[in-house]
T-cell receptor, first 116, second 111 residues
């Protein structure tokens, strides 16, 4: 069964509104969570890394004021797309890892955002 | 940037073995080779990883060359449900170490 869950799986919003996507680790404490974005027919692009209780580290070219990441607990991280525009329409995917992780990262099912 | 090179696409007949190659000539001594796959519109799924020894699990086998500059993922009996994009990634172990995805190989399993 899934160990990382994302919600919502699909969301449609109007241009200018903000959208929040949640990523939960279901049966382990996720000290680190990663957020990715994937456009059609492209690979996953890492947006940011968030460690529990500290500010997220954003990859070059990703606007931190537009993509707000909160990792307030060991089981929940949220990505808020602020003032969304059609070009923000994408597949957003999170992954989670524990401090004791010795192997794979677990990925969520992804959230498809469509901005009209 | 991704540190691996993979063929863009491959085809395989159902029931046959699928052998997916990956070049990682600049791999460091403490970096592992990870394989993930992504079925359309889903999150990536972990397959297998290894450091230098060959590895096998219920999904696949991973063969790493002695110089560790390349590896092959083997799906012993491919099924139609194995059609996906397969990503080979090198990464150091540790909870905070990120996965950087390259373009991957689109594997199509044909009936």
């Amino acid at each position: 069964g899934a160990v990382v869950s994302q919600h919502p799986s699909r969301v449609i919003c109007k241009s200018g509104t903000s959208v929040k996507i949640e990523c939960r680790s279901l049966d382990f404490q996720a000290t680190t969570m990663f957020w990715y974005r994937q456009f059609p027919k492209q690979s996953l692009m890492l947006m940011a890394t968030s460690n529990e209780g500290s500010k997220a580290t954003y990859e070059q070219g990703v606007e931190k004021d537009k993509f707000l990441i909160n990792h307030a607990s060991l089981t929940l991280s949220t990505l808020t797309v602020t003032s969304a525009h059609p070009e923000d329409s994408s597949f957003y995917i999170c992954s989670a890892s524990s401090r004791a992780n010795t192997g794979e990262l677990f990925f969520g099912e992804g959230s498809r955002l469509t901005v009209l | 940037d991704a540190k691996t090179t993979q063929p863009t696409s491959m085809d395989c007949a159902e029931g046959r073995a699928a052998n997916l190659p990956c070049n990682h000539s600049t791999i460091s001594g403490n970096e592992y080779v990870y394989w993930y796959r992504q079925i359309h519109s889903q999150g990536p799924q972990y397959i297998i990883h290894g450091l230098k020894n060959n590895e096998t699990n219920e999904m696949a086998s991973l063969i790493i060359t002695e110089d560790r500059k390349s590896s092959t993922l083997i799906l012993p009996h491919a099924t139609l449900r194995d059609t996906a994009v397969y990503y080979c990634i090198v990464r150091t172990q540790g909870g905070s170490e990120k996965l950087v995805f390259g373009k991957g190989t689109k594997l199509t399993v044909n009936p």
